[in-house]
């Protein structure tokens, strides 16, 4: 009786292989839940502790203070000021020229290699694209700050050399390559007998990619969108180096501009531990996780709507 | 024999070396139903898809012969595919509605060819629809996704996105290969219907199919047209011994 022993023995190894992918998928759950709680936990003085509140409290991190200065971010100063909201500015501004830089871009580059190019020209630009995700994003900073920083001065005519533009081209660099590849996926596996229902109705290229393929297409190319916009927001090393890192609460593209991200890291390596300034980064730490993790959800809920649209489940 | 509208004239056509086509010489007549029969492989999809010229889409291809539309050769440089296939409408096997909803897919064919101005675009879309029986089921949800619909339903939008953009003539591959055999006879009687305005070529596995609903048949064998008469004289008085064994179901 061989047969039955090898049965459990392949049951047994099909049931362990099964518990371990699941204890991974909860390790997962779980990382995610604990550092929600150690960053909040250091984040809460700022609600809870009256020694902390008198320095930094919520109305003092977002309302305006004095006439002069309404909103600054000097936290070393000798009465310290912890206006958040310059940094917010900062990375949205940045974040939004990155997107507006890199989804056009991203897009155009995917529906290209999906639609119009020939195999070997895909097989060229996929893999290049693709490797700019690999460059390391330190990398990439020192590019904008030494090299493409004087260009993009030129060509917008810029007072200053680091600025939100600057930082966002190049936070762009970052994010092109992720919208690419989730995007052309996304319009490679439309199935090929739309695009032949298309053709056959006498509609060009054009017509099929962009009538046809791209709205078939929409959920994945919006949670390529998702993906890079979470991306440039938590980007932190590109922004450090190419922004200019002044805290200033200006819309002015132009200008300098600091993010919340790059002031964690700059700040929380000197910081004073149990200080005012330390819990307020935790407390920005624990904005940007919960801001990124409702967009996330956010996005994949709508996603997952606008699929059931289009896939006529609703 | 009546009118012609399609003819190809001693047609011979190559995916790379391999020789598909075979000096195929075929009348398809105006207003009646022809159906091409044959095993598997014989060159049938390849025969239908000359006609609306979607075998340019495959890199390979190259056609030698002559293929008229009322007498001018549709494969002349003067001749853009565009038109063509608005013309020369496709159904193809699978039902392939655009993910898009039911108004969307009628009224794909008229926007791309500008065919109607914008407040003229929702009449179009019901006539279109009243003309395959979709229209007392549909109207209440137009805006639904055309992919919820049911097979049958999804095949004769198919049909109505084509009549949307007034073709003369209508391809069908395998129409009701996917479809149930009450689908499949609901579809079939609404070719019957069609016939009257419309020219119909279909190719179809289904013998009786063939018997029940086309006026000629053609009968084709490893890439050359066997046999082509009416429908009758095909399953009745083969000429062909291939075609008596097609027929009578010996092989295929
Ligand atoms: N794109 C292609 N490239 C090369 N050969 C092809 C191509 N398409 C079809 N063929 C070949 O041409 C021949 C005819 O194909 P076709 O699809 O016209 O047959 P068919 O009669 O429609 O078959 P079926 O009944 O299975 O649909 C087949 O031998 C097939 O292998
Ligand atoms: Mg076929």
Redesign the pocket.
């Known amino acids: 009786m061989n047969r039955p022993k090898t049965m459990t023995r392949s049951r047994f190894a099909e049931g362990a292989v099964e518990w371990l992918i699941r204890a991974s998928a909860f390790s997962a759950i779980v990382g995610l839940f604990l550092i929600f709680i150690f960053i909040g936990k250091e984040a809460l003085p700022i609600l809870t502790s009256p020694d902390v509140r008198k320095e930094a409290n919520i109305s003092k991190l977002f309302l305006p203070q004095d006439q002069a200065h309404p909103y600054s971010w000097q936290p070393v100063s000798e009465i310290p000021k912890y206006s958040i909201l310059p940094l917010f500015v900062g990375t949205l501004k940045m974040t939004l020229v990155a997107v507006l830089f890199a989804i056009p871009l991203a897009l155009g580059a995917a529906l290209f290699t999906s639609e119009f190019s020939p195999g070997w020209l895909k097989e060229f630009i996929k893999p290049i694209i693709e490797l700019l995700a690999g460059i390391p994003s330190v990398v990439l900073g020192f590019f904008a700050l030494m090299v493409m920083a004087s260009y993009v001065q030129e060509l917008f005519g810029i007072v200053y050399r680091l600025n939100a533009i600057n930082a966002g081209i190049a936070l762009g660099l970052a994010v092109i390559p992720i919208v690419y590849t989730v995007a052309d996926d996304a319009l490679t596996s439309v199935p090929k007998s739309y695009r032949e229902a298309s053709m056959a109705m006498g509609a060009s290229p054009w017509q099929t990619a962009w009538r046809v393929v791209f709205p078939a297409a929409l959920p994945g190319i919006l949670a390529a969108c998702v993906l890079g916009f979470g991306r440039a927001i938590g980007e932190t090393m590109i922004v450090l180096m190419a922004s200019g890192n002044a805290a200033i609460m200006s819309w002015n593209l132009a200008k300098p501009a600091r993010s919340l991200s790059a002031t964690i890291a700059a700040e929380l390596g000197e910081v004073v531990v149990g200080s005012a300034h330390y819990h307020v980064l935790f407390f920005i730490g624990i904005s940007l996780f919960i801001f990124t993790f409702v967009l996330n959800m956010f996005a994949h809920w709508f996603v997952a709507r606008l699929q059931k649209k289009v896939l006529g489940t609703i | 024999m009546s009118i012609s509208s399609l003819e190809a004239r001693e047609l011979n056509l190559y995916?790379?070396n391999?020789h598909?086509l075979k000096n195929v010489t075929v009348r398809i007549a105006e207003h009646a139903i022809t159906s091409i029969i044959?095993?598997?492989?014989?060159?049938?999809?390849?025969?239908?898809?000359v006609f609306n010229r979607m075998n340019d889409l495959?890199a390979?291809?190259r056609v030698t012969g002559q293929v008229l539309m009322h007498g001018r050769d549709i494969y002349s440089r003067q001749l853009d595919t565009a038109s063509l296939r608005k013309r020369v409408g496709m159904v193809f096997?699978r039902p392939n509605p655009f993910p898009l909803s039911i108004f969307e897919n009628v009224a794909y064919g008229p926007k791309i060819h500008a065919l109607v101005e914008k407040h003229e675009l929702a009449e179009l879309v019901a006539n279109s629809l009243k003309k395959t029986g979709l229209w007392e089921q549909l109207k209440d949800k137009l805006n639904d996704s055309a992919l919820s619909l049911p097979p049958e339903q999804q095949q004769r939008l198919c049909i109505s996105r084509l009549l949307a953009t007034e073709p003369e003539v209508l391809l069908m591959?395998?129409p009701c290969s996917a479809l149930d055999p009450i689908a499949t006879a609901k579809i079939e009687e609404l070719m019957l219907e069609l016939k009257d305005k419309y020219t119909i070529v279909i190719?179809t596995?289904n013998m009786q199919q063939a018997a029940r609903i086309s006026d000629f048949t053609a009968f084709?064998l490893l890439?050359e047209l066997l046999e082509f008469d009416s429908t009758s004289a095909i399953f009745t008085n083969p000429q062909h011994p291939k075609t008596q064994d097609y027929v009578t179901g010996r092989f295929g």
């Open positions: 995916y790379g391999f598909a044959g095993p598997s492989g014989c060159g049938k999809s390849t025969l239908l898809r495959i390979t291809v096997q591959d395998e190719v596995h084709m890439g």
